[in-house]
Each structure stands twice: as structure tokens, then as C-alpha cells.
């Protein structure tokens, strides 16, 4: 994992001081709540429904384990002893006092974190694929160019005031877990014909209430041309992106408006002029220096299977299903990747406890080579522990109802924060969620069902990214009702799809018996082997709909 | 007697300069014009001997108001002696662009100026971006636009200014 040498220690230092001056002005009433908004916003501070909330960055997803113990240590001493992990990789406190956040921001510089790019209309946090390093089949670490895009993006001057906010995300791997497809920017890197590292550049992908799945503007930037190539874009973004309405602002508009044709000019064109001066070209030798904090961590050779795993699955049927779900292939043998679904049936997705936070930061210091990873599924993930360990690990979190068998299921669902905490919805999220993961917590429904993947927004701001969900769930508010829209065969990964609404809305007492019956048109018309998008994909939307509205 | 104060390469400065509308006379004082006016009378100015200035404006242009471009200096660049950026509102960055596409690619050397809603926390980015003059509010002073520029001590990446960035530095 990156480390910081003191340049980045000081930069961060820097900021938090300058921050705790503002929040003083504001305190002592030298600053008014409009004149202090830009300012916090800069710090990653929102003001919601309730109170203040903070989100702080987890670059790429990627924690050590003193990182998640710290965080713990913060949902316990300035909230209400949880977190939540967002659908950027990053965790929300909900609570914490004004007054207090220097101090907190603070803490989080000891351990190498901040909330710098959480918020304002700035390239954000950058994120990636939960499996990076650990997942066979990636032409590089893919953490490497999204630290070199981390630290090239940081209080970028130009970039600081565009239209709408920014977000890139980073893949190396064929099967797409950073929904690349659905950012302003996403990025694949591959290796081309004479093995060499580079990168395919998607432009123009986003949700909210204008969904468009990204256009390739480029099939192949050379490694060491990527920030030239990536200033380009943002340049004719910052000079052409409309500021007029916030609504038509981001990137995906200027490419739709535009066309694809006449931005890949404009931005080949800038391209040419910035790597003429060679200034973004990054030296072989930083390039290196990140690239090694990004070496393997010392695995041990060890047989690709393992007795004591087998065993425990044939011993504790329980087990049997946590691994079905939620244990995925290491490229090392004798390793595993296991989820933590924090998708508990019933629960609030993405929320955490502190004691929790404790419980995985230890397991990862004793079994995932200190390493965890947010997803953008808001799910935790030890990237890196031995076959052998498997069931000693799932025991603990099974201690802590952490051990949830669903990853993927109907029940691993992503919600927005909602009514409940959000001052832009129209409805709630979270409790719906409860609702069906209620109505569908039987496991073995949920095995039967298969992958699927529910995603709900309490308004059209698609935070919770409906439109990408196999089913997709919107909450309007009708004349201080709430409904609850649905859409059908959404994707976020290589196939990205936005979803087709299946008409009018349901009420809050019916949408949980609609969704039911979307599933039973499924299971119903399902061919062999066949998931719910491939179903839908092959029958359309018709059959849905005559069964939901008969 | 101006509004603001002038900034110019952190030094308070006398103004020297004035705002020109488009229909008032020429004179021998260094006149900042319109980039209409520039491109209409260009050859009327090309007789003047006195310092021309010119504002590029970035919004009261019409319905998507995407700001004048910045490339349309381009044949004016030698004869300028000023380019005003303004800023109709912080959250408006696109002048942050502008201002490096002159320093950078036109390498234009003369007065680089941001005007309009300057405020406190975007002097250090302008500055990076190559603005070296500033029209500042009448009530802020020098120490605190100096303070402003050195609460962040250093940078990641290249701009207009000497600071290479981490990312090229590091090492060497």
C-alpha cells in the first residue's frame, strides 16, 4: 500500500490547519453559514438534514488495518458509534459537531487520511476495483495509476472550480467490480500487442437524472501519456461544460451535446498541445517508487487446496454457504478473497459499528496482510488470507453478524442514505431495503434467485444508482406521498446498461409485493443457468410488465 | 479612483490602467478594451502606441454562457500588454483554463489579471494557474493575501508557476 513520504504528510497537515482557522471564523460568527459552505465543502463537510456530515476519502478503496482501527476509533469518539461506507469507497460519520472536526481530521492525518476530494466540484476520489492485486487476470495493480491520478488531482489549481463534480475510476480486469462505465472518466488498463501498460479511456458516463453509459474516447493511451491525455479532457470539460444549469453540468451532457465524434477531436487536439511540453510526462522513477508500494505482499507457496477448508465446509453448512457467496478466487494458490457483506438481513447497507471496524481491522492485521477494501457496493473486503484461515476468519465475523452469505444475492443491495438522513429525497431508502431483505431473507430463496442486484435511490440524483440496478428502485414524492418507481435491467459492470422504467409507480405498501413478482416472472420464464439480467435481457421488459400490471 | 486595490506579483500597486467601454473614445492611457472591440478595430489599434489591454468576459453571453474563448486572443498575444480573466462568480472556474493556455501555450508574459468575485481561497490556485495580478476587495489586505498563498505549502502537480509537483520533483 502507497505510504506517504513527507511531502504528502505536510500537504495534508497543511490543510487541516487551514481548515481549523476557517472552522473558528465560523464558530466565533466571523464567517456566515454561505460564506463558510464553499470552505467545507472543500473539507469533505456537508450539512443534512439533521446535522453536519463528514466524508472522509479511502483512495481506491484501500485500508491498512491501523486506518480501519482509526476509523472505528472515530465513529466512537465524534459520532454515534457507526460509520457508513458509501457507494465512492469512502465512509460518512452522520453526527459529528462542527467544532470537533479539526481535531477528528487531525487523528486521520496520523494514520495517512483525510477528506480532501469528498466534496465541491473538484476531481474526486478515485477509486477501484476491490480486488485489485488479488484477482487473477489483471494486466497491472491497478492502484498504481490511481495513486499516480490521486496525487496529480490533489488541489489540481486549474481543476478546482468546474462545472460539476468529477469522478474516475480505475479497472485492470475484464469483468468490470468499478462500474468504470458509469463515471465521468473510467479507465481500463491493459497491455497492448507489444506488451505494453496503457490505458482505454471511457468519457461522459454518469447517473443522476440524465443517465449515459461512457463513450470510448481513446482504445489505448501510452503509460507514460496518461496525465496529458487526462488534463486534455478535463480542459475542454472546464473551458465547454455548461454552468448555466447545474443540471446539464456534468461531463456526460458536454459529450452528449457535442457528440463523440467532435469531443474526441477537441480532446485529441488539446492532447497534441499539452504533450508537446512532455511538462505530465511522470519520470520512470516515480513511477516506480508508487509501483512498489504496490508489490505483491509476501504471499507463501502453499497448495492450491486446501484440507482443513474442504473439511470445514463438509463440518458446518453455515460455512458452506459463506464461502459459496461471499469467498472468490486468489490469483496465489492457497489464498482467498473473502466479502463481508454489510448487508446484514434487515439492516442499514454500508453501516458499520466501531466495534465492527475493531473486529476487521484486527482480522486483517492477523490474516489479509494488514489489507481491507471498501466497495463500491459498500460491502469490506480482506483481500489476501490463506485457505487455511477461511474458517477462523468467518467464525470471528460470525461473532460480530458480520458473516452475512449474500454477497451478490437479492438481499446485498445498495441504498442511498435517503429521507431518513438527506436533505435532497423525496423518499426513503434504507427502510425499504430492510423491507425486502425481510421478505427475501431465506438463503436458500436467495441461492435460488441467484445474482442480483437491487439498487435503491430516494430521488432522481440516483446516489443509491438505480438506473444500473437489475431492478432498480426510485423514490418520487407525488403531492407529499412516496412512491417508488421501477426500472428493469440496469448493469454497472462491462455491460453497462441503464435500466428501462416498467411504468407507473408503487406505493409504499405495494412496492415490495411488486418487486416479488418481478422475481416470480423471473424464476418462471428463466432458462438453465440463466441469471435475472440474462432473462431479462433475452424476454424484455413485456412480460414484466403484463405481470405487474394486469 | 477605483473600488478595489491592485495586487500585482504580491505588491500592492497603483492602478494604471482604465476599464474601457466599448463605445468611449481611445486615449494615449493604457486602456483595457473589450475582445469585440479588439477584433473589430484591430487595425484602428494597431496605429495606437499606447499599452492595450483587453478583458476576456465569462458569462452574459448567451444561454449556455461558455465565456468568451481564449484562443481568440491568439493573434492579439504580441501586442497586449494585459489580459484581464474575469470571474463572475467563485464557483466559475473556467478562467483557471484560460489563464494557463496563455501562460503555457501563447506564452504570454505581460500582466495576467483576475477580476470579478475573487475571493480569499482562490488567489493561491490563480496564482498557480499563472495570475499575477489581482483586483482585490477594498477591505482586504496585503498580509492577508500573502497568508493566503502560503497555507499550502506545496503542490502534486505542474501548472503555470515554478513548482514542478511531487510527482516530478521527488528525487531529484
Known sequence: MYRYDEFDHKLVADRVNQFRGQVERRVSGALSEDQFKPLRLMNGVYLQLHAYMLRVAIPYGTLRSEQMRMLAHIARKYDRGYGHFTTRQNIQYNWPALDEIPDLLDELACVEMHAIQTSGNCIRNVTSDQYAGAIEGEAEDPRIVSEIIRQWSTFHPEFTYLPRKFKIAVTAHKNDRAAIKLHDIGIVVKQNDAGEIGYEVHVGGGQGRTPFVAKKMTDFVPKAKLLAYLEAVMRVY????????????????????????????????????????????????????????????????????????????????????????????????????????????????????DAQMDVIADLAERFSHDEVRVTHEQNLVLPHVKLDDVKTVYDALAAHELATANLGLISDQIACPGLDYCNLANARSIPLAQEISERFSDLDRQYDIGELKIKISGCINACGHHHVGHIGILGVDKKGTEFYQISLGGAADENAAIGQITG???????????????????????????RFIDTYNRVGMAPFKERLYD | MTDYHLVIDGATAEESWIYLDDDAALSDAPSIISLTRLKDQAYALAERSAPLGVILRADGLGKTDLG?????????????????????????????????????????????????????????????????????????????????????????????????????????
Open chain 2, 68 to 172: 468568451e474563448d481564449v484562443r481568440e486572443l491568439a493573434p492579439f498575444i504580441d501586442r497586449l500588454a494585459l489580459i484581464a480573466i474575469h470571474f463572475p462568480a467563485y464557483r466559475n472556474g473556467r478562467g483557471y483554463s484560460a489563464a494557463r493556455v496563455l501562460r503555457e501555450e501563447f506564452n504570454f508574459t505581460g500582466q495576467l489579471r483576475a477580476t470579478g468575485d475573487v475571493l480569499y481561497d482562490q488567489w493561491a490556485m490563480m496564482n498557480r494557474c499563472g495570475i499575477n495580478a489581482f483586483e482585490l476587495a477594498a477591505d482586504i489586505d496585503l498580509a492577508t493575501f500573502q497568508t493566503a498563498l502560503g497555507e499550502l505549502s506545496g503542490a502534486y502537480q505542474p501548472a503555470a508557476d515554478q513548482n514542478r509537483g511531487a510527482l516530478w520533483a521527488r528525487g531529484k
Open chain 1, 504 to 530: 407507473r409507480a408503487f406505493t409504499e405498501e405495494d412496492i415490495v409485493d411488486a418487486i416479488e413478482t418481478v422475481i416470480t416472472t423471473y424464476t418462471d420464464l428463466r432458462a438453465d443457468g440463466e
Open chain 1, 238 to 353: 472546464n473551458m465547454l461544460g455548461r454552468r448555466d444549469n447545474s443540471y446539464k453540468a456534468r461531463i456526460k451532457i458536454l459529450v452528449h451535446e457535442t457528440g463523440e465524434e467532435e469531443m474526441r477531436r477537441m480532446v485529441e487536439e488539446e492532447f497534441a498541445k499539452i504533450d508537446a511540453s512532455e511538462m505530465l510526462t511522470v519520470p520512470q522513477e516515480e513511477i516506480d517508487r508508487i509501483s512498489a508500494y504496490f508489490a505483491p505482499p509476501a504471499f507463501e507457496t502453499l497448495p492450491a487446496d486446501s484440507q482443513a477448508f474442504s473439511q470445514a465446509q463438509a463440518d458446518d453448512a453455515d460455512f458452506a454457504r459463506f464461502v459459496r457467496a461471499n469467498v472468490v478466487a486468489h490469483k496465489q494458490d492457497g489464498y482467498a478473497i473473502v466479502n463481508i457483506s454489510l448487508k446484514p438481513i434487515g439492516g442499514v447497507p454500508g453501516d458499520a459499528t
